[in-house]
């Protein structure tokens, strides 16, 4: 079975750009979430996408956005980048929602800013 | 903002040593889950605990959760080279679908 596939691994991008991260689950999994991860502030929580609707939300600006396909695929845009953006952004999926799933994470990928 | 706060930041030792790592927080948890991530890859999912007390060994790991479900430890017996990475503690509250990562503890084994 195949793991959690995120695209582009890496992406060097320059400030008031916006990009587009890719992720498809494991073949099976309907529920999609996004994390950014950076040296000072750890794994924050960015969105949480369950057939197609964003189930949660974390604290982060309306420049980040999210979308689930209906093969659960899932993308990530970020709008007008600011140098703050720079990080690993993570994709994990799992089978269903709820307290004990089993989060499955792609490799990342890692955006800088310029 | 950070609820998961994890001790220590940053370990180094050396090969056979035994270690602790602590994640704890004031919120309860309905469930706990550790991680671990290595240099490049997503974090790995180690073990989840989801009742006060419980306590779950994986080989030379062994994992507890606080009575209270509000903290959570992990300890390595004899520790190896292959144990370096990041370890990552993550909780669910009680009614939501989504994990708070604590701040991780960065490990490394020394041959």
């Known amino acids: 079975k195949a793991g959690v596939t995120q695209t582009p691994r890496y992406l060097i991008k320059t400030r008031g750009q916006q990009v587009t991260l890719s992720c498809s689950p494991i073949?099976?999994?309907?529920?999609v979430s996004w994390y950014q991860q950076t040296p000072g502030q750890g794994l924050q929580f960015l969105f949480e996408?369950?057939?197609?609707?964003?189930?949660n939300k974390g604290n982060f600006p309306g420049r980040f956005s999210g979308r689930q396909f209906s093969n659960s695929r899932s993308e990530m845009n970020v709008s007008t980048l600011e140098l703050g953006d720079s990080a690993l952004y993570l994709c994990?999926?799992?089978?269903?929602?709820?307290?004990?799933?089993?989060?499955?994470f792609g490799s990342g990928t890692q955006l800088s800013v310029l | 903002t950070q609820l998961l706060e994890q001790s220590p930041q940053f370990l180094s030792i050396q090969e056979g040593e035994n270690l602790t790592v602590y994640c704890n927080s004031s919120?309860?948890?309905?469930?706990l889950q550790w991680y671990r991530q290595e240099p490049g890859e997503g974090p790995v999912l180690l073990v989840t605990?989801?009742?006060?007390?419980e306590v779950k060994k994986l080989k030379r790991l062994t994992f507890q959760f606080g009575d209270a479900r509000k903290d959570s430890s992990l300890h390595i017996t004899a520790a190896q080279p292959g144990d370096t990475g990041l370890y990552l503690c993550?909780?669910?509250?009680?009614?939501?679908?989504?994990?708070?990562f604590g701040t991780g503890t960065r490990l490394k084994v020394l041959a």
């Open positions: 994990a999926s799992s089978a269903y929602r709820g307290t004990n799933e089993k989060l499955f």
């Open positions: 073949s099976g999994h309907r529920s």
């Open positions: 996408y369950f057939s197609e609707t964003q189930r």
């Open positions: 919120s309860v948890f309905s469930s």
């Open positions: 605990v989801v009742t006060g007390g």
């Open positions: 993550a909780g669910a509250y009680e009614g939501t679908y989504k994990y708070i």
